[in-house]
Every structure is written in C-alpha cells, then in structure tokens.
C-alpha cells in the first residue's frame, strides 16, 4: 500500500493522505523516524516490589510499587502509584505526571474515578527520564544499550508506558484489556505515541496535547509570521521551531530541521491519531488554551475521522479555561470511555 506524502517529497502545505492511502505501519515508522526517534528493540525485565504503602478510600485503595527495569548495563527503580476501586476486575487509566506521584493523586479525581469503576496508575516522568536538556544521562536510559541518542524524551516515556502497561495484569483486579492510556499536555503527547505502536493499549485520552500531540502542523500560520494567515491557516503560540527551540531533546534531532516547515513534515498528527483506530481516542481541548491550539486539535480531529473511516470513534470536547487537566475534564473521558470500551467490561 502507497502513502500520498510518504517521505515528505510533496513538500505542499494543503496536502493531506486520502484514506485509501493510508497505511498505519508506514505512519508509525514515519512518525519514529521523523519526530519521535525510532522505539528501539529492547531486552529489559521489569520486577514489582509493594512498597507497603496503603492508603485506603470509601470506594477503593491506593498503593505504591517499586518498578525495577534490568537492561544491558543494570537496573533502574521508579516507583508507580496505583489506585483500584473495590471492584473484581476494573479498567485502569495510565498516564505519565509532571510533579510526582504524591502530586497527581492530589490533582486528579481519584475519588471520583475509582467511584465510577476506574483505577488510575502513574508515574513521575521526570523519574524516567528527567524532562531537561541532558536528562537522558541521569534516567532509565542509562541502563539500557548504548547508542540510543536519535530517540527523543517523548519516545521514552512512550516506551515506559507500554512497559508499565504490560506490567500492571500482574496485579490483582486490573483488567487486562482494559488499559487506557492518558496524558496531559507533554505526557498527552506521549500518551498518544505510546497508545499508538502499542495496540495493547485499549483506548487513549489526549488532554491538550497540542503541538507535535494532537494538533494539525498542515494548517497554522507560525507565529514567526514566516507564512501568512489566510484561508484555513490560523496563528499558533506553538510550531514546530518554537517547541524544538525549547525542548530539543523531545524529539529526534531531524525533527527540528523542520522549524518553519511545519506543512513539510511528512506526518501530520490526524494520522497518529487516526492510527490508533478502531481502539477509541478522546481529545480534549480548552477555550483558551493557546498552547494546545483548539482549532488545530478540532481539525486532526476531523481529519482523524476521515482517515480512519469510522473504524473507530475520535472524540473531542471543548470547555471555557485554560491548559490544564481538571476534574471537568475527567467527566468527560468517562462518559466517552463508559460509552466505547467494550460493554460487560467492569462493575
Ligand atoms: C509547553 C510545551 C507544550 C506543552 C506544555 C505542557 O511549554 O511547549 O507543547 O507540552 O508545555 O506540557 O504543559
């Protein structure tokens, strides 16, 4: 099968793939060799030890888990939170946090979720790898082979949630086929990248990931005002040189020889999305989120759904506020997700 843009040799910013054209291995490589660097193959065992630290709620339990990773050069520790309703067997969000464990479980509505069927697992990013220019000297890199240097952050936490993902059946009441996995903004984008080379994940939510996320390049007007605002083209606070600017090390160094080229990559991000059917991807999008960009998630959207055909659902939803996951949108993920993971799946 034949990809309209494989390769980038179009070079049109209006081109988009048709969906006959569309081929989900090739825009996966795409996106490995293009922006995220290529998921290496790797040997590692990965042990669990209960940290014995329980915290019990009305409606289920947290605990606390030593994950320890043994690759070629030793063996690296980061500790998973995960919460469980009292239910036999529940679906389970994972997803990646920004501040640590602690922090997380105060944010996110675990009360809530655990109330409504749902467990919740995470891990601090920066305990994988640390989110800074250099990081990948100091985290689970570091006892994996050597070598690994085009494979950006993003594609490590990706790799990590696949990881934690085959890990989590072997504790009791987490429902297998049931794992969904989540992300805000940065961890949004991994989320999707992870949900989208790993099909054991059995659904995705996108909160606000944006750039290089869940928002169309093909259609914006970079805010260095190197092409003009006309037609269906918008103004973005984020492109492909701003977000490359700041965090390089997200990505694959070619990622960056795009900055002003956005409509040149040869992906856009309605086919990450779209790669992820027929398992059921939810976006979620914030009024004033500049850095999201609201219109061009709402456009992969759409783009998504004409690529995969209605093989699988792509949700979106829309709410007043800005950059930031709330308990609104949680609402939101659980009323998508009780609709389209399959029925008979958890008390
Ligand atoms: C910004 C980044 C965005 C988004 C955001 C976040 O600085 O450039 O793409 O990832 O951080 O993670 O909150």
Same mark, same amino acid.
């Given at each position: 099968m034949t990809r309209g843009t494989a390769g980038g040799s179009t070079g049109s910013p209006d081109r988009a793939i048709t969906p006959a054209a569309f081929d989900r291995d090739q825009v996966i490589t795409d996106f490995g060799r293009v922006v995220y660097g290529v998921t290496p193959a790797l040997q590692v065992s990965v042990d669990s030890t209960d940290l014995a630290q329980q915290v019990m709620y009305g409606t289920g339990a947290e605990n606390r888990i030593r994950l320890t990773v043994t690759g070629p050069r030793g063996a690296y520790s980061f500790e998973l939170a995960l919460c469980l309703p009292n239910t036999d067997r529940s679906p389970v969000f994972l997803g990646l946090n920004f501040d640590g464990n602690d922090a997380a479980l105060q944010q996110w509505p675990i009360d809530l979720l655990l109330r409504r069927g749902y467990g919740v697992a995470t891990a601090h990013a920066s305990a994988i790898e640390p989110d800074r220019l250099g990081g990948a000297a100091d985290g689970i890199r570091t006892v994996l082979p050597e070598g690994l240097d085009d494979w950006g952050t993003l594609g490590v936490w990706?790799?990590?949630l696949s990881l934690i993902r085959r890990q989590l059946p072997s504790f009791a009441h987490v429902q297998a086929d049931k794992i969904i996995a989540i992300g805000h903004s940065r961890? %949004? $984008?991994?989320?999707l990248w992870a949900a989208a080379q790993d099909t054991g994940f059995a659904a995705v939510v996108s909160n606000e990931a944006g750039c290089s996320g869940d928002a169309l390049h093909?259609?914006?007007?970079?805010?260095?005002?190197?092409?003009?605002?006309?037609?269906?083209?918008?103004?973005?606070?984020?492109?492909?040189?701003?977000?490359? %600017? $700041?965090?390089?090390?997200?990505?694959?160094p070619s990622y960056a020889g795009y900055a002003g080229r956005d409509a040149e990559l040869p992906v856009d991000q309605d086919?990450?999305?779209?790669?992820?059917?027929p398992r059921p991807v939810c976006v979620g999008s914030a009024s004033e989120d500049d850095w999201a960009d609201p219109l061009g998630q709402f456009q992969a959207v759409l783009a998504a759904r004409e690529l995969n055909e209605g093989s699988g659902p792509v949700g979106f939803h829309l709410r007043p506020g800005d950059h930031a996951l709330l308990a609104e949108d949680w609402l939101h993920y659980l009323a998508f997700l009780d609709r389209h993971l399959s029925p008979g799946s958890h008390s």
């Open positions: 990706a790799w990590a961890m %949004g $984008k991994a989320a093909r259609h914006l007007s970079t805010g260095s005002g190197h092409r003009p605002s006309t037609g269906s083209r918008h103004r973005v606070k984020e492109d492909i040189a701003a977000i490359t %600017g $700041k965090f390089p090390y997200w990505f694959t086919q990450l999305l779209a790669s992820i059917a």
